[in-house]
């Protein structure tokens, strides 16, 4: 087990070094630039897209709807573990860094976003699309977009679904004495009456759920920042005080979901 942890432990950092944190925060920073700043300029046209009705266009669900499914995989694991994740590596500072990369880092959100639609298809089953199809197509590498094709669903049943299950089964036996593999057959049953209707059934369930989340997840937020007001200031001292350090900016980095920055550099570099 010992073993294990080390050879872990020695591939991230190899994963986690300079030369992939500088690059993950160079794609946002350059597509910032590139792009004028459209992450805060385009901020409240996107805002009134959310609730627009798009008649006529190719697409399976609405711009609601597609919202609701992205941030269905944001609001949670990421949220939480992730922060927890960066303060415990980098202290108090990597939250500093999380901010900075959160900014830049919509510019490459979007630009995934754009990537994804300009190289999507139409198949049997609606539209399909994504990083390996902009890898394959516009960049004109498909052993590329193959690879991250497979290691996409590898990692589904890692950092997808194994961390939210496992936290998720393990709250219910300590709270409620229900044994982890009920909770497992549960949730499979669950998952797999949503997944297995497709992209459309999928975005139905989460445009009805997801709201419920946002407004939970804000509110408990917001509730604990008032139970504990008087050390904000505290906080935020820290959290500057300490965003400097190398440690600081590798927990900010670590606790983001750095997706494939390089890649889409890369792309961005080829097709434009």
């Known amino acids: 087990m010992q073993s294990l942890e080390a050879i872990i432990s020695t591939l991230s950092g190899w994963v986690w070094g300079p030369p992939m944190l500088t690059l993950l925060v160079g794609t946002g920073l350059y597509l910032t630039i590139i792009l004028k700043g459209m992450q805060f300029r385009a901020l409240p046209h996107a805002f009134k897209l959310i609730w627009a009705k798009d008649h006529g266009h190719e697409g399976d ?7 609701m499914t992205a941030l269905a995989a944001t609001v949670g694991i ?18 500093f860094w999380m901010w900075m990369t959160g900014l830049v880092g919509m510019a490459t959100k979007y630009s995934e976003a754009v990537l994804a639609i300009k190289y999507r298809e139409k198949g049997e089953h609606g539209m399909r699309g994504g990083p390996m199809y902009y890898l394959s197509k516009g ?35 300590s709270t409620f004495h229900i044994p982890v593999a009920a909770t497992g057959i549960v949730l499979t049953l669950l998952t ?5 209707g497709g992209i459309k059934t999928i ?3 989460t445009s009805f759920l997801v709201p419920f989340m946002i407004v939970g997840y804000v509110g408990v937020s917001l509730t604990v920042l008032f139970m504990h007001i008087d050390q904000i200031p505290h906080a935020f001292g820290l959290i500057f005080g300490a965003a400097f350090s190398p440690s600081a900016a590798t927990g900010g980095f670590f606790g983001r979901n750095g997706g494939s920055g390089y890649a889409l550099w890369y792309c961005t570099r080829r097709i434009f």
């Open 139 to 173: 960049v004109g590498l498909p052993w590329l977009g193959t690879l991250f094709a497979i290691f996409t669903a590898c990692a589904a049943f890692g950092i997808g679904n194994m961390t939210q299950a496992n936290a998720t089964a393990k709250i219910f036996e």
């Open 203 to 205: 975005a139905k369930f």
């Open 61 to 67: 669900i609405s711009h609601f709807a597609a919202l």
């Open 78 to 95: 990421g949220n939480i573990v992730g922060v927890a994740t960066a303060i415990t590596l980098g202290g108090p500072g990597a939250v």
């Open 192 to 196: 797999g009456l949503v997944i297995l």
